[in-house]
T-cell receptor, first 115, second 114 residues
Framework: AQSVTQLDSQVPVFEEAPVELRCNYS??????LFWYVQYPNQGLQLLLK????STLVKGINGFEAEFNKSQTSFHLRKPSVHISDTAEYFC?????????????WGLGTSLAVNP | GAVVSQHPSRVICKSGTSVKIECRSL??????MFWYRQFPKKSLMLMAT?????????EQGVEKDKFLINHASLTLSTLTVTSAHPEDSSFYIC??????????FGPGTRLTVL
């Protein structure tokens, strides 16, 4: 069965500092990996995704993630964070189910950017 | 980009009543809609997968008679919480996709059952 582990439930960081949010997955089949961001009381917005090809994926708002098959990881990084990056971040793995693709979610990492 | 709306954004109801939440894909036809439930500071829990014109597929542990899902068209799915109780209070989020492509999420509906 597929599962997703986000290793840090909370990450406090100062503005303009670099940040890494960690995500590990388990899957015995081809993987499709996603990072979503959720601002307070809002829905989810896709940051970036890995479906195939280059293992370094660039997303919106200056975020990027690297797919590491040997370590089964898909860590999210940003070299310099802003106050506005304060949000909940979710890692997810896609699982094909018939004609659909379901998402298996991590528990989320709360990023708090302090001035 | 693809836009998904939910209505209402917030609803407060009395225990024992039923509440309907709508999910609409505004600028594309969605073959599949997903319904999630999110508890405070928790991840999303997939409740059911709904394909247009067919019965929804519920995840294990989700009561299909309590959470009624209708997907009558390629742009509209509804979730009805029947005989709501305080423990049903939660943030309900829908998403829409075309086949196995990216899911686009609605803004969520905050349900409070008194």
């Amino acid at each position: 069965a597929q599962s997703v582990t986000q290793l840090d439930s909370q990450v406090p960081v100062f503005e303009e500092a670099p940040v890494e949010l960690r995500c590990n997955y388990s899957s015995s089949v081809s993987v499709y990996l996603f990072w979503y961001v959720q601002y307070p009381n809002q829905g989810l917005q896709l940051l970036l995704k890995y479906l195939s090809g280059s293992t370094l994926v660039k997303g919106i708002n200056g975020f990027e993630a690297e797919f590491n098959k040997s370590q089964t990881s898909f860590h999210l990084r940003k070299p310099s964070v802003h106050i506005s990056d304060t949000a909940e971040y979710f890692c997810a793995v896609g699982k094909n189910a018939g004609n659909n693709r379901k998402l298996i979610w991590g528990l989320g990492t709360s990023l708090a950017v302090n001035p | 980009g693809a836009v998904v709306s939910q209505h209402p954004s917030r609803v407060i109801c009395k225990s024992g009543t039923s509440v309907k939440i709508e999910c609409r894909s505004l600028d594309f036809q969605a073959t599949t809609m997903f319904w999630y439930r999110q508890f405070p500071k928790k991840s999303l829990m997939l409740m059911a997968t709904s394909n247009e014109g067919s019965k929804a597929t519920y995840e294990q542990g989700v009561e299909k008679d309590k959470f009624l899902i209708n997907h009558a068209s390629l742009t509209l799915s509804t979730l009805t919480v029947t005989s709501a109780h305080p423990e049903d209070s939660s943030f309900y989020i829908c998403s829409a996709s075309v086949w196995r492509n990216e899911q686009f999420f609605g803004p969520g509906t905050r349900l409070t059952v008194l």
